[in-house]
C-alpha cells in the first residue's frame, strides 16, 4: 500500500505540473501528502502553494472541476485496476514550514557554540 501510495503522489506531480489550468499552473502548488483508502475508491491529495492559502484553496477548486482528467491520466499511468477518485485538499503546509524557516534564520547562534554543542552531544 505505501508503493502505491508513493506512486500515485509522484504520478500527481507530474500531471500537475502539465495542467494549463492557469489556476494551478500559476499557483505553484506542491502536492504535500497522498493518503489512499484500503479498497483504493479514494485517495485524498494535500496540496499547498509558495502564495499561501488563497492560492492554495484556488487551486483545489480548479482541480476538483478537473478530478475526471486527473484520474483518467493516473489511471493511464499507474496501470492499475481500479483508479481511485482524487479528492483534493487545500493546506498551508509550504507557507507554515517557509515561516519557521525565517524564524530559524533570524535566530543569532554563534558559530562558536552550534561547533561545542555538537560535540558535546558526540
Known sequence: MGRTTEDIKREMTAIL?????????????????????NDLSYCSVYVSSMYGMEKSKEAVKALKNAAGFV???????????????????????????????????ELDIPEEEEEEENEEDI
Do not use: C, Q
Request: hydrophobic share 35%.
Open 17 to 37: 505540473r502539465e495542467m494549463k489550468d492557469p489556476r494551478v499552473r500559476d499557483s505553484m502548488i506542491s502536492v504535500v501528502r497522498v493518503e489512499v483508502t
Open 71 to 105: 484520474r483518467k491520466e493516473l489511471g493511464s499511468r499507474l496501470r492499475l485496476r481500479h483508479t481511485p477518485a482524487p479528492l483534493f485538499y487545500a493546506t498551508d503546509s509550504i507557507e507554515y514550514s517557509a515561516g519557521i524557516n525565517k524564524i530559524l534564520n
